[in-house]
């Protein structure tokens, strides 16, 4: 399995853990580099159980996209083996809720989707599945965090809260997630794997393969176009909690024709050849 050494010296270096003790090595590489927050989230299998016990199907399908949605919260229990797979489609079952749970075991299936990929070929976890379609080539993406990032100090005010989130729980709403990765793919124009590997680090449900392929996804070397966003789209689904006033936040508060022209001159530029 591969890791990246330290982003703070600059490079991104792949480290080998084969022939090492990855716990020891990983542990290390952990407190090199994070301080440690200790989550508000409550661990243990009895925390899962409620969790599991708590979770409402129909507000789940109507509710999931908005940052306040009613989403089960299950991935850092799933992920530690607090709860398994096995056991939520075994409770869905006992309660005869297959049809209802519909939606939620479609976003279910996607851990297992990527953790199938992740296992027929580990090698290719930090490697991009293809090309950027964005107009750019890898080599157009910086390596290495920018530092107004990593301090949560940007120039946009939500995407601070995501970070400052982040940091204090370790866990971030899936559409949260979605427009921190595409601002810094897309905004920053930072390699993918920079972004994964440093929000991997701090996520508590923090796992390679979900992880990796989404961030893929955001970036476009897992899909066929990148992802963007913009400030309408944030208001439409955050709560109050976040700071979506305008005046905080220029760089995302434009139209989509706007910020693919910003974003993606090559593309707006090859499309217009081709339309003429
Ligand atoms: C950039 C990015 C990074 C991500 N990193 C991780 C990660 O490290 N670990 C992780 O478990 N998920 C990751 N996800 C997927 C998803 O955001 C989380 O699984 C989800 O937000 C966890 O919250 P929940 O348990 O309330 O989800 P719910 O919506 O309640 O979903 C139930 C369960 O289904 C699975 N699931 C739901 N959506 C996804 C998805 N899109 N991809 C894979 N599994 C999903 C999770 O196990 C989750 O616990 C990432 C998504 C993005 C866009």
Known sequence: MLFYETLLNGKFVPVTLEGKNPRERFTDWMLLEQPFISSPIEGGMKQAQEKLKALDFSAYHKTRNYLDGAVSGLS???????????????????????IEAYHFLQQLSWRAFFEQKYLEDPSLIWKDAGEYKTGFTAADYAD?????????????????QFIEELYQTGYLH??????????????RRV?????????LSHLLDGNLASNNYSWQWVASTGSTKPYIFNLDNVIEFANQKYKTQRTLNVDIDKSYETLKQQLFPQIVESQNEKGH
């Open 174 to 187: 899936n559409h949260a997630r979605l427009y921190l990765a595409a601002y810094v793919v897309h905004w």
């Open 191 to 199: 390699k993918w794997q920079a972004g994964a590997k440093w929000m």
């Open 76 to 98: 850092p229990y799933i992920e530690h083996g607090l709860i398994q797979p096995d056991e939520v489609l075994k409770f869905i079952d006992t309660n005869n809720a297959r």
């Open 144 to 160: 290495v965090m920018p530092d107004d990032i990593i301090k949560g100090q940007t120039p946009v005010a939500v995407i601070n």
